[in-house]
C-alpha cells in the first residue's frame, strides 16, 4: 500500500510516517517504481508507535519498545523496566506541575485584580529574575 494508505489506515499523518522511516522505526519495501510500499506489519508498527508516543514514550524508548515487542526471546522485566522509568517520570512532572499551580494559584489569589499599579504576581516575577 502507498504511503497515504497507511496514514489512513495507521492515523499518523504522512510526514510523521517519513521521518519514523528517516530514524529507522520502519522500513517499508520499495517497489519497482521506487515508491514505499507499505506492508501489514508496518500499518501495525505504526499504529504500536502511536500508542506508544500517546502514552509519552520518547522516539529513542519507542526504539527500545519496539525491539522488544520484535524479539520473541525478550524478557517482560526489560519491558516493564522502561515503563516503570516513564512512570517515575510522569510522577515528577506531576509533582512539579502541582508546585507551579500551587505558586501561581497563591499569586493570583494575592493579586487584587484592579486599577491600581501593585501586583504581587509582577512582584513575585520580577524578584525570582534578579
Do not use: W
Not at 520473541?72 to 522485566?77: G, M
Not at 516513564?86 to 500551587?102: A, F, G, P, Q
Amino acid at each position: 500500500m502507498n504511503i497515504g494508505e497507511a496514514s489512513e489506515r495507521s492515523g499518523l499523518p504522512s510526514k510523521t510516517i517519513r521521518y519514523y522511516e528517516d530514524i529507522g522505526l520502519i522500513r517499508p519495501d520499495r517497489g519497482g517504481n521506487g515508491y514505499r510500499d507499505y506492508a501489514a506489519s508496518d500499518v501495525h508498527k505504526l499504529r504500536f508507535l502511536q500508542r506508544s508516543r500517546g502514552l509519552g514514550f520518547s522516539v529513542e524508548e519507542c526504539r527500545q519498545l519496539l525491539a522488544l515487542y520484535e524479539d520473541k526471546n525478550r524478557e517482560s522485566a526489560d519491558v516493564k523496566g522502561i515503563a516503570e522509568a516513564k512512570l517515575s517520570e510522569i510522577d515528577r512532572k506531576i509533582r512539579e506541575l502541582t508546585e507551579l499551580r500551587r505558586t501561581l494559584e497563591h499569586l493570583v489569589h494575592a493579586c487584587h485584580g484592579n486599577d491600581r499599579p501593585d501586583c504581587p504576581i509582577l512582584e513575585e516575577l520580577s524578584d525570582s529574575a534578579t
